[in-house]
């Protein structure tokens, strides 16, 4: 069963826009959510990430909404470019856990001119 | 650093044919986990280990198997392959249970045939 639950599944966005990418999650016990960004032919890579004792993380152009009772928790990339275009992945991972990160399916973004 | 080493980076066999997929970082991570990456589902986990020696069951484990005999080395066996296990597979790793940023190998594009 899905645990995190990732919206849309595509993008398009203009360059210069706001690409907005939202994630659900139910497990009560994740206590660490990161975002990860994978371009083609690559792994992913930690983007950024942000524990539930705070409601929003910003570094440079991406940031992170966390809102602890409606379990859910966004990704906003300001100014798009269009080498922001790649799959975005949201994750969550449970308290004392190094290992199991639990992601959801993904989303296409892409940035046009 | 070399970070997270992934070979093969691309492998066909066929049907019923064994191999080893191999998974080495040189960051004296405590964790390291192999996902499963399908289109449209998003990373899957499959094994993981907590260290030397310790290993366990992720979401899909089955017909997959693991040993660590060493912190470094973090090795993937298909027994026998079969089509269904058609898949791009990604190696990471983690410090430990609080410093969760996972960092990921180039992943290895498995195709059975």
Same mark, same amino acid.
């Given at each position: @069963? !899905?645990?995190?639950?990732?919206? $849309?599944?595509? *993008? %398009?966005?203009?360059?210069?826009?706001? =690409?907005?990418?939202?994630?659900?999650?139910?497990?009560?016990?994740?206590?660490?959510?990161?975002?990860? @960004? !994978?371009?083609?032919?690559?792994? $992913?890579?930690? *983007? %950024?990430?942000?524990?539930?004792?705070? =409601?929003?993380?910003?570094?440079?152009?991406?940031?992170?909404?966390?809102?602890?009772?409606?379990?859910?928790?966004s990704l906003h990339i300001m100014d798009s470019q269009p080498?922001?275009?790649?799959?975005?992945?949201?994750?969550?991972?449970?308290?004392?856990?190094?290992?199991?990160?639990?992601?959801?399916?993904?989303?296409?973004?892409?940035?046009?001119p | 650093n070399a970070g997270v080493t992934q070979t093969p980076?691309?492998?066909?066999?066929?049907?019923?044919?064994?191999?080893?997929?191999?998974?080495?970082?040189?960051?004296?991570?405590?964790?390291?986990?192999?996902?499963?990456?399908?289109?449209?589902?998003?990373?899957?986990?499959?094994?993981?280990?907590?260290?030397?020696?310790?290993?366990?069951?992720?979401?899909?484990?089955?017909?997959?198997?693991?040993?660590?005999?060493?912190?470094?080395?973090?090795?993937?066996?298909?027994?026998?392959?079969?089509?269904?296990?058609?898949?791009?597979?990604?190696?990471?790793?983690?410090?430990?249970?609080?410093?969760?940023?996972?960092?990921?190998?180039?992943?290895?594009?498995?195709?059975?045939?």
């Amino acid at each position: @069963q !899905q645990q995190v639950k990732q919206s $849309p599944q595509s *993008l %398009i966005v203009q360059k210069g826009g706001i =690409s907005i990418i939202n994630c659900a999650y139910e497990n009560t016990a994740f206590d660490y959510f990161p975002w990860y @960004q !994978q371009f083609p032919g690559k792994g $992913p890579a930690l *983007l %950024i990430a942000i524990r539930p004792d705070v =409601s929003e993380k910003k570094e440079g152009r991406f940031t992170i909404s966390f809102n602890k009772s409606a379990k859910q928790f966004s990704l906003h990339i300001m100014d798009s470019q269009p080498g922001d275009s790649a799959t975005y992945f949201c994750a969550a991972s449970p308290l004392n856990s190094g290992y199991a990160l639990n992601f959801g399916k993904g989303t296409s973004l892409l940035v046009t001119p | 650093n070399a970070g997270v080493t992934q070979t093969p980076k691309f492998q066909v066999l066929k049907t019923g044919q064994s191999m080893t997929l191999q998974c080495a970082q040189d960051m004296n991570h405590e964790y390291m986990s192999w996902y499963r990456q399908d289109p449209g589902m998003g990373l899957r986990l499959i094994h993981y280990s907590v260290g030397a020696g310790i290993t366990d069951q992720g979401e899909v484990p089955n017909g997959y198997n693991v040993s660590r005999s060493t912190t470094e080395d973090f090795p993937l066996r298909l027994l026998s392959a079969a089509p269904s296990q058609t898949s791009v597979y990604f190696c990471a790793s983690s410090y430990s249970r609080t410093e969760k940023e996972a960092f990921f190998g180039q992943g290895t594009r498995l195709t059975v045939v």
